[in-house]
Protein backbone atom coordinates (compact mmCIF):
# COMPACT_ATOMS: atom_id res chain seq x y z
CA UNK A 1 0.00 0.00 0.00
CA UNK A 2 1.07 3.60 -1.19
CA UNK A 3 1.66 5.98 2.01
CA UNK A 4 2.35 9.80 1.84
CA UNK A 5 4.11 11.98 4.77
CA UNK A 6 2.48 14.24 6.82
CA UNK A 7 1.24 17.33 5.23
CA UNK A 8 1.77 20.62 6.47
CA UNK A 9 -1.21 22.46 8.99
CA UNK A 10 -4.19 23.23 7.43
CA UNK A 11 -5.16 27.01 7.28
CA UNK A 12 -7.24 28.12 10.08
CA UNK A 13 -11.44 27.83 9.62
CA UNK A 14 -13.60 30.21 10.84
CA UNK A 15 -15.61 27.88 12.44
CA UNK A 16 -18.00 31.15 13.95
CA UNK A 17 -19.72 31.43 10.67
CA UNK A 18 -22.96 28.78 10.26
CA UNK A 19 -23.74 28.15 6.87
CA UNK A 20 -21.13 29.51 5.37
CA UNK A 21 -18.04 27.50 3.17
CA UNK A 22 -14.72 28.22 3.97
CA UNK A 23 -12.55 27.42 0.58
CA UNK A 24 -8.66 27.66 -0.35
CA UNK A 25 -5.90 27.23 -1.90
CA UNK A 26 -3.21 24.95 0.32
CA UNK A 27 -0.20 22.87 0.11
CA UNK A 28 -0.27 18.93 0.57
CA UNK A 29 2.65 16.00 1.06
CA UNK A 30 2.30 13.87 -2.10
CA UNK A 31 4.12 11.70 -3.70
CA UNK A 32 7.28 10.78 -2.56
CA UNK A 33 7.26 13.78 -0.35
CA UNK A 34 6.52 15.92 -2.95
CA UNK A 35 4.58 19.78 -1.69
CA UNK A 36 1.86 20.00 -4.10
CA UNK A 37 -0.88 22.32 -4.90
CA UNK A 38 -4.21 21.49 -3.54
CA UNK A 39 -7.64 23.12 -3.51
CA UNK A 40 -9.28 22.88 -0.05
CA UNK A 41 -13.14 23.51 0.61
CA UNK A 42 -14.62 23.17 4.30
CA UNK A 43 -18.22 23.55 5.78
CA UNK A 44 -18.20 25.77 9.20
CA UNK A 45 -19.27 24.66 12.17
CA UNK A 46 -17.40 21.77 14.65
CA UNK A 47 -19.72 18.61 13.56
CA UNK A 48 -17.73 15.88 12.80
CA UNK A 49 -17.64 15.04 9.18
CA UNK A 50 -16.30 12.94 6.49
CA UNK A 51 -13.87 14.29 3.54
CA UNK A 52 -14.07 13.49 0.06
CA UNK A 53 -11.29 13.47 -2.12
CA UNK A 54 -11.92 14.87 -5.44
CA UNK A 55 -9.40 13.57 -8.44
CA UNK A 56 -9.40 15.95 -11.43
CA UNK A 57 -10.04 14.74 -15.04
CA UNK A 58 -7.46 14.72 -17.89
CA UNK A 59 -8.53 18.92 -18.63
CA UNK A 60 -6.92 19.72 -15.74
CA UNK A 61 -7.33 21.13 -12.16
CA UNK A 62 -9.70 23.70 -13.50
CA UNK A 63 -12.56 26.24 -12.17
CA UNK A 64 -14.92 23.14 -13.02
CA UNK A 65 -13.14 20.75 -10.36
CA UNK A 66 -12.85 23.29 -7.79
CA UNK A 67 -16.79 23.98 -8.31
CA UNK A 68 -17.21 20.21 -7.67
CA UNK A 69 -14.88 20.79 -4.36
CA UNK A 70 -17.43 23.40 -2.94
CA UNK A 71 -20.68 21.30 -3.89
CA UNK A 72 -19.33 18.53 -1.46
CA UNK A 73 -18.23 21.25 1.52
CA UNK A 74 -22.20 22.70 0.33
CA UNK A 75 -22.96 18.72 1.24
CA UNK A 76 -21.20 19.18 4.46
CA UNK A 77 -17.55 17.23 3.49
CA UNK A 78 -14.52 18.65 4.02
CA UNK A 79 -13.22 17.93 0.74
CA UNK A 80 -9.98 18.13 -1.49
CA UNK A 81 -8.73 18.09 -5.15
CA UNK A 82 -4.95 18.03 -5.16
CA UNK A 83 -3.33 19.47 -8.61
CA UNK A 84 -1.82 16.80 -10.31
CA UNK A 85 0.26 18.80 -12.54
CA UNK A 86 1.92 20.70 -9.96
CA UNK A 87 5.04 19.54 -10.83
CA UNK A 88 5.01 19.87 -14.50
CA UNK A 89 3.80 23.23 -14.55
CA UNK A 90 3.80 24.97 -11.26
CA UNK A 91 1.57 28.03 -11.02
CA UNK A 92 0.08 27.24 -14.71
CA UNK A 93 -3.01 27.51 -15.93
CA UNK A 94 -5.26 24.94 -16.20
CA UNK A 95 -5.36 24.94 -19.90
CA UNK A 96 -1.25 25.14 -20.14
CA UNK A 97 -0.69 22.37 -17.69
CA UNK A 98 -3.22 19.74 -18.73
CA UNK A 99 -1.62 20.47 -22.25
CA UNK A 100 1.49 19.57 -20.53
CA UNK A 101 -0.10 16.52 -18.95
CA UNK A 102 -1.79 15.06 -22.27
CA UNK A 103 1.43 15.50 -23.85
CA UNK A 104 2.94 13.02 -21.23
CA UNK A 105 0.10 10.57 -21.41
CA UNK A 106 -1.72 11.28 -18.01
CA UNK A 107 -0.42 11.17 -14.49
CA UNK A 108 1.98 7.88 -13.72
CA UNK A 109 -0.49 5.57 -11.61
CA UNK A 110 2.29 5.36 -8.22
CA UNK A 111 2.31 9.24 -8.40
CA UNK A 112 -1.27 9.53 -8.27
CA UNK A 113 -1.94 7.22 -5.46
CA UNK A 114 1.04 9.32 -3.41
CA UNK A 115 -1.00 12.52 -4.29
CA UNK A 116 -4.49 11.05 -3.15
CA UNK A 117 -2.86 9.01 0.03
CA UNK A 118 -1.24 12.64 0.94
CA UNK A 119 -4.78 14.51 0.04
CA UNK A 120 -6.32 12.04 2.25
CA UNK A 121 -3.85 12.38 5.31
CA UNK A 122 -4.48 16.01 5.14
CA UNK A 123 -8.32 15.47 5.34
CA UNK A 124 -7.68 13.26 8.07
CA UNK A 125 -5.59 15.77 10.21
CA UNK A 126 -8.30 18.93 9.87
CA UNK A 127 -9.97 19.76 13.04
CA UNK A 128 -13.36 17.68 13.12
CA UNK A 129 -12.30 15.24 10.80
CA UNK A 130 -14.75 11.87 11.09
CA UNK A 131 -12.06 9.49 9.82
CA UNK A 132 -14.09 8.44 6.76
CA UNK A 133 -12.83 9.39 3.04
CA UNK A 134 -14.37 9.08 -0.08
CA UNK A 135 -12.75 9.53 -3.59
CA UNK A 136 -14.16 10.74 -6.57
CA UNK A 137 -13.05 11.07 -10.35
CA UNK A 138 -14.51 12.12 -13.89
CA UNK A 139 -13.14 10.85 -16.92
CA UNK A 140 -9.60 9.66 -16.24
CA UNK A 141 -10.45 10.56 -12.62
CA UNK A 142 -12.67 8.29 -12.70
CA UNK A 143 -10.65 5.19 -13.15
CA UNK A 144 -7.88 6.55 -11.04
CA UNK A 145 -10.83 6.65 -7.87
CA UNK A 146 -10.69 3.19 -9.02
CA UNK A 147 -7.12 2.83 -8.32
CA UNK A 148 -7.25 3.85 -5.11
CA UNK A 149 -10.52 2.12 -3.71
CA UNK A 150 -7.83 -1.12 -5.04
CA UNK A 151 -4.52 0.47 -3.71
CA UNK A 152 -5.12 2.35 -1.00
CA UNK A 153 -5.91 1.23 2.70
CA UNK A 154 -8.36 3.77 4.49
CA UNK A 155 -10.32 4.59 1.27
CA UNK A 156 -14.66 3.96 2.67
CA UNK A 157 -15.89 4.64 -0.68
CA UNK A 158 -15.43 5.33 -4.39
CA UNK A 159 -17.07 6.75 -7.24
CA UNK A 160 -16.16 6.47 -10.65
CA UNK A 161 -17.78 9.37 -13.31
CA UNK A 162 -17.52 7.57 -16.55
CA UNK A 163 -13.78 6.94 -16.23
CA UNK A 164 -12.36 5.32 -19.07
CA UNK A 165 -9.77 2.05 -19.30
CA UNK A 166 -10.96 0.79 -15.87
CA UNK A 167 -11.15 -2.51 -18.56
CA UNK A 168 -10.26 -2.34 -22.24
CA UNK A 169 -7.20 -1.14 -23.70
CA UNK A 170 -6.05 2.28 -24.61
CA UNK A 171 -6.67 2.29 -28.96
CA UNK A 172 -4.01 2.65 -30.92
CA UNK A 173 -2.95 6.34 -31.46
CA UNK A 174 -4.31 7.90 -27.85
CA UNK A 175 -1.70 9.01 -26.29
CA UNK A 176 -2.78 7.50 -22.67
CA UNK A 177 -0.24 6.03 -20.69
CA UNK A 178 -2.13 3.74 -19.02
CA UNK A 179 -3.13 0.50 -18.07
CA UNK A 180 -6.59 -1.74 -17.47
CA UNK A 181 -7.23 -2.13 -13.85
CA UNK A 182 -8.73 -5.98 -14.40
CA UNK A 183 -5.86 -7.33 -11.99
CA UNK A 184 -6.25 -4.71 -9.41
CA UNK A 185 -10.16 -4.87 -9.27
CA UNK A 186 -10.05 -8.38 -6.86
CA UNK A 187 -8.52 -5.83 -4.57
CA UNK A 188 -11.07 -3.22 -4.45
CA UNK A 189 -11.11 -2.34 -0.74
CA UNK A 190 -14.69 -0.33 -0.55
CA UNK A 191 -18.08 0.37 -1.98
CA UNK A 192 -17.89 1.69 -5.48
CA UNK A 193 -20.85 3.70 -7.39
CA UNK A 194 -20.78 4.04 -10.42
CA UNK A 195 -22.05 6.50 -12.64
CA UNK A 196 -22.05 6.63 -16.90
CA UNK A 197 -23.26 7.70 -20.35
CA UNK A 198 -25.05 5.32 -22.40
CA UNK A 199 -23.58 7.18 -25.79
CA UNK A 200 -20.21 7.01 -24.25
CA UNK A 201 -17.49 5.41 -26.32
CA UNK A 202 -14.68 5.16 -23.61
CA UNK A 203 -16.09 3.70 -21.55
CA UNK A 204 -18.55 2.06 -23.75
CA UNK A 205 -21.60 0.12 -22.19
CA UNK A 206 -20.22 -3.19 -23.35
CA UNK A 207 -17.27 -1.85 -20.85
CA UNK A 208 -19.29 -0.72 -18.51
CA UNK A 209 -20.72 -4.40 -18.28
CA UNK A 210 -17.81 -6.14 -18.22
CA UNK A 211 -16.64 -4.14 -15.54
CA UNK A 212 -20.06 -4.76 -13.96
CA UNK A 213 -19.15 -8.99 -14.66
CA UNK A 214 -15.70 -8.85 -12.74
CA UNK A 215 -16.85 -6.77 -9.90
CA UNK A 216 -19.80 -9.32 -9.47
CA UNK A 217 -17.87 -12.51 -10.14
CA UNK A 218 -15.34 -11.21 -6.90
CA UNK A 219 -18.21 -10.34 -4.21
CA UNK A 220 -17.69 -6.68 -4.39
CA UNK A 221 -20.13 -4.32 -3.41
CA UNK A 222 -21.19 -2.17 -6.24
CA UNK A 223 -23.65 -0.22 -8.38
CA UNK A 224 -23.76 1.35 -11.46
CA UNK A 225 -25.96 3.70 -13.16
CA UNK A 226 -26.23 4.68 -16.92
CA UNK A 227 -28.08 7.52 -18.05
CA UNK A 228 -29.57 7.10 -22.06
CA UNK A 229 -28.81 10.06 -23.76
CA UNK A 230 -26.06 10.97 -21.85
CA UNK A 231 -22.32 10.72 -23.57
CA UNK A 232 -18.97 11.46 -21.56
CA UNK A 233 -18.87 14.45 -19.59
CA UNK A 234 -22.72 14.88 -18.68
CA UNK A 235 -21.41 16.77 -15.51
CA UNK A 236 -19.36 19.02 -16.79
CA UNK A 237 -21.70 22.32 -17.37
CA UNK A 238 -19.19 24.53 -19.00
CA UNK A 239 -19.32 21.92 -22.01
CA UNK A 240 -21.52 21.23 -24.98
CA UNK A 241 -21.88 17.48 -23.47
CA UNK A 242 -23.47 18.54 -20.10
CA UNK A 243 -26.78 16.77 -19.52
CA UNK A 244 -28.73 18.03 -16.92
CA UNK A 245 -31.31 15.52 -16.36
CA UNK A 246 -28.38 12.89 -16.29
CA UNK A 247 -25.94 15.12 -13.87
CA UNK A 248 -28.88 16.13 -11.85
CA UNK A 249 -29.54 12.41 -11.10
CA UNK A 250 -26.16 11.25 -10.39
CA UNK A 251 -25.37 14.38 -7.75
CA UNK A 252 -28.47 12.27 -5.78
CA UNK A 253 -27.16 9.35 -5.69
CA UNK A 254 -23.47 10.32 -5.10
CA UNK A 255 -25.07 12.34 -1.70
CA UNK A 256 -27.04 9.31 -1.14
CA UNK A 257 -24.01 6.86 -1.20
CA UNK A 258 -21.44 9.29 0.50
CA UNK A 259 -24.29 9.72 3.02
CA UNK A 260 -24.53 6.04 3.55
CA UNK A 261 -20.75 5.17 3.52
CA UNK A 262 -18.90 8.07 4.92
CA UNK A 263 -21.07 9.36 7.95
CA UNK A 264 -18.72 9.34 11.61
CA UNK A 265 -18.48 6.18 13.07
CA UNK A 266 -20.20 6.20 16.56
CA UNK A 267 -18.51 6.04 19.73
Partial sequence: MTEAPASPAPPAFPDDSPGSLFATTTTVAGHGGDAIEAYLARPAGTRSRGGVVVIHHLPGYDRGTK????????????AI????????????????????GRANGGVPDERLLGDVAGAAAYLRALPYAGGRIGVIGH??????????????????????????????????????????????LPDLGAPLLGLFGAEDRYPSPEQV????QILTEHGKDFEFHSYEGAGHAFFA??????????????????????GRHLAPAEG
Fill in 237 to 258: TDRPSYDVAAANDGWSRIGAFF
Fill in 67 to 78: EFVRRFAEMGYD
Fill in 209 to 212: AELG
Fill in 139 to 184: CSGGRQAVLAACRLDGVDAAVDCYGAFVVGEVPEGMNMNVTPLVGD
Fill in 81 to 100: CPNLFHREAPGAAPDDAAAV
